[in-house]
């Protein structure tokens, strides 16, 4: 099956500091990748939708200008979270999707201090 | 209300039960519908996907869909302590998905 891999798998950071996180479709070519943030026994909530060469999409209520999306090839997209707060601390999940499937990234665990 | 409705549970079964789970929904738009697993701190891996109303079985697990009633169920048979995790019902129309609370499956040896 497809397979997609994030990285770092987790991270902590100091309140104020930026973090990316990279989000990788390794054996196929996703052209919309999909950024999701889970806290503590809830669902995932979608942030942004991510096309190959084009803005991201953001839902309502998430700052494009605090979530940063780039991407930049057809197997790589990456957020990062800049000027991180403690309440940015959650799991972040990519998806990569190919045609309506959606496959999955370990997730990365963003903890600010 | 909510697009997807999904109990939350926790839900607690013995060893080799047929476990149920369910999801409604409110968006006849939704075409794709889907089931995912997740263990703690794990990303979310598919499990079953369909497209059409009817059931799909895939070994023990059995997903079924009534876009009538917008309905979606999954079914596990004989179920495992492996089978402990959380439970997302996902369904989608273009470029749209929407998730549910997910169910929270424990399965006691």
């Known amino acids: 099956g497809a397979v997609v891999s994030q990285h770092p798998s987790r991270v902590i950071c100091k309140s104020g500091t930026s973090v990316k996180i990279e989000c990788r479709s390794l054996d196929f070519q996703a052209t919309t990748m999909f950024w999701y943030r889970q806290f503590p026994k809830q669902s995932l909530m979608l942030m942004a939708t991510?096309?190959?060469?084009?803005?991201?999409?953001?839902e309502q209520g998430v700052e494009k200008d605090k979530f940063l999306i780039n991407h930049a090839s057809l197997t790589l997209s990456t957020l990062t979270v800049t000027s991180a707060h403690p309440e940015d601390s959650s799991f972040y999940i990519c998806?990569?999707?190919?045609?309506?499937?959606?496959?999955f990234g370990p997730g990365t665990r963003l903890t600010v201090l | 209300q909510k697009e997807v409705e999904q109990d939350p549970g926790p839900l607690s079964v013995p060893e080799g039960a047929i476990v149920s789970l369910n999801c409604t929904y409110s968006?006849?738009?939704?075409?794709?519908f889907m089931w995912y697993r997740q263990y703690s701190r794990k990303g979310p891996e598919l499990l079953m996907y369909?497209?059409?109303?009817g059931n799909k079985e895939d070994g023990r697990f059995t997903a079924q869909v009534d876009k009538s009633s917008k309905y979606i169920s999954l079914f596990i048979r004989d179920s495992q302590p492996s089978d402990s995790a959380t439970y997302l019902c996902a369904m989608s129309a273009i470029n749209d998905m929407r998730f549910g609370a997910g169910t929270r499956l424990t399965v006691k040896p």
């Open positions: 968006n006849s738009a939704f075409q794709y």
């Open positions: 991510s096309n190959e060469g084009s803005k991201a999409t953001y």
């Open positions: 998806s990569a999707s190919i045609g309506s499937e959606q496959f």
């Open positions: 369909t497209y059409s109303s």
